[in-house]
Every structure is written in structure tokens, then in C-alpha cells.
């Protein structure tokens, strides 16, 4: 039926692609994208041809008016992100909202979420949890929006470059104190991996080496310190003797 559909895409596994998005891909009038040279790879793939169009953060207003053309004239209009699910950290908001006034239907197609993803595997909390995006770039800016979070009662997610993680986990450490946090990186592709441990520690550690790949940082509520389990005491037992404090 025609309509925007929010199409989600694998974050690094393509079989993580479901049956539903391979559907309405193949079945899509145009598909808005992030970067057409990206979809394009992905659609080849997956073994689709499809018309596609660029709408991303630079070019959203100006290339919103002939998208919501085409799905006032009764076309499937399919928006996807380079990776993952749109709209999260990802162009899409005002497209949705433009439809929900103009009466044009929306509907999900859901999928891979690094975000979601993240959270799981972080061995912290998930059943109350806030999702905050990417932090600014800049120390000060970035402890003054950590402040803001710190007395959020919730597990925190976070997405971070690789060489930024190090200093926003010392700025999370001595903002939000020495929680437990976890640093997920590669999620869904061959070196998945997890590190979890308190903020200060992570920080130590990829300090040493940058996290390689993309990472999602998760910090567990405050007040969760004293619910550390005996290996990250003993972690943090070690850390203490080994730099003398
Ligand atoms: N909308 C996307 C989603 O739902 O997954 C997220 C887009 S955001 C621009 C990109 C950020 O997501 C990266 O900087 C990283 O923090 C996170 N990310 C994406 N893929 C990832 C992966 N495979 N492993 C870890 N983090 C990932």
C-alpha cells in the first residue's frame, strides 16, 4: 500500500536484513537514503534494483517537497539509513511529521538498532533505560550535557567515534561518578565485542588503544556502583593497587 516506510538495515551482519524489509525494498516506487553509493552496495546485495534518492542531513528541506510529491500521488516511498534503524541519531523526523500532518500513512519496518543492541549485551539494567545519541564533541559542552543526565534514574546509551570514547569516558567518570559502564563495539560483525567495567577503568583502557570500529557506550543508573558484581570489584581492587590510590 502506498505510504513511508521506515525501512531498518543490518549494522554490520547483512542476514540480519528481515523478510519484511526485502519486501517492501523490492516493492518500493523510490528509496530515500542517507548516501546512494552505500544503499546502492547494500541493495546489490541483497540482490534488489531500486530507484533511490538522497535525503540526508545537508539536503533534508530541500529534497523534502518532491518526496512528499511522490507519496501524495499514492507512491511507496521507503527511507533507510546507511545502517541501522532510520530516524535514530538518523534523518527521518521531519519526513514523518510532514506525512502525520498531511495525512499520508507511516508505517515501520524494524530491525537491526545499534542503540537496542547495545543495551543488551551491556549486562546493566534494560528495562528502564534513556537513549541520548551522540554527546558534543567538545569537553566542556559534553560534561555540561552529562550533568543534565545525572540524575536520570535509568540506564544510559550513548553512540561515540572511536577516538573520542577514551575522553568522553573520563568526562562521564567525573560527571556522573565511577559507574559501571560497557563499551560495545563491531556490534553483529565477526569482532563483536564488549568491554564492561567502571567508567574510570574503560576510560584507562581505551586510552591505551582507541576502540576499533563503531561503539556504543552504555552506563549503568546511579547508585548501581554498590551493585557491582565480585569480578568488577576485583577489577577495580586491582586498578586501585596498581596506580597506588
Ligand atoms: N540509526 C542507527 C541505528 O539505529 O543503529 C544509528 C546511526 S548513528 C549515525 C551511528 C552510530 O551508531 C555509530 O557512531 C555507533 O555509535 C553506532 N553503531 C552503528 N553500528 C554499530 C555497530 N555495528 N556496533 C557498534 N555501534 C554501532
Redesign the pocket.
Known amino acids: 500500500a502506498a505510504g513511508l516506510y521506515l525501512v531498518?538495515t543490518p549494522?554490520?551482519n547483512l542476514r540480519d536484513i528481515t523478510l519484511r524489509a526485502l519486501d517492501v525494498l523490492a516493492a518500493a516506487d523510490l528509496v530515500a537514503c542517507e548516501d546512494t553509493r552505500v544503499t546502492g552496495r547494500l541493495l546489490q546485495l541483497l540482490g534488489l534494483k531500486a530507484r533511490m534518492t538522497p535525503y540526508h542531513d545537508h539536503n533534508a528541506d530541500a529534497a523534502r517537497p518532491a518526496l512528499m510529491a511522490k507519496l501524495a500521488e499514492g507512491r511507496v516511498v521507503a527511507l533507510v539509513?546507511?545502517?541501522?534503524?532510520?530516524?535514530?541519531?538518523?534523518p527521518g523526523f521531519k519526513l514523518v511529521q510532514a506525512c502525520v500532518e498531511a495525512g499520508i500513512p507511516v508505517t515501520s519496518v524494524p530491525g537491526?538498532?545499534?542503540?537496542l543492541?547495545?543495551l543488551q549485551l551491556s549486562g546493566l539494567p534494560a528495562d528502564r533505560f534513556l537513549f541520548a545519541g551522540?554527546l558534543p564533541n567538545k569537553t566542556t559542552a559534553r560534561r555540561a550535557a552529562l550533568k543534565e543526565l545525572d540524575a536520570v534514574p535509568a540506564t544510559l546509551i550513548?553512540?561515540?567515534?572511536p577516538h573520542r570514547t577514551a575522553d568522553t569516558l573520563a568526562d562521564m567518570a567525573a560527571v556522573l561518578g565511577d559507574r559501571l559502564g560497557a563499551v560495545?563495539?563491531?556490534?553483529?560483525?565477526m569482532h563483536?565485542e564488549v568491554g564492561r567495567a567502571a567508567l574510570s577503568e574503560l576510560a584507562r583502557r581505551y586510552a591505551e588503544t582507541s576502540p576499533r570500529?563503531?561503539?556504543?557506550i552504555v552506563v549503568a543508573p546511579p547508585g548501581e556502583i554498590a551493585a557491582a558484581g565480585p569480578a568488577q570489584l576485583e577489577e577495580r581492587l586491582r586498578a586501585a593497587i596498581q596506580s597506588g590510590s
Open positions: 531498518a549494522i554490520g539509513s546507511d545502517a541501522g534503524t532510520p530516524l535514530v541519531s538518523d537491526p538498532s545499534a542503540a543492541t547495545g551522540f550513548f553512540f561515540e567515534s560495545a563495539r563491531e556490534l553483529t560483525k563483536e570500529g563503531e561503539v556504543v
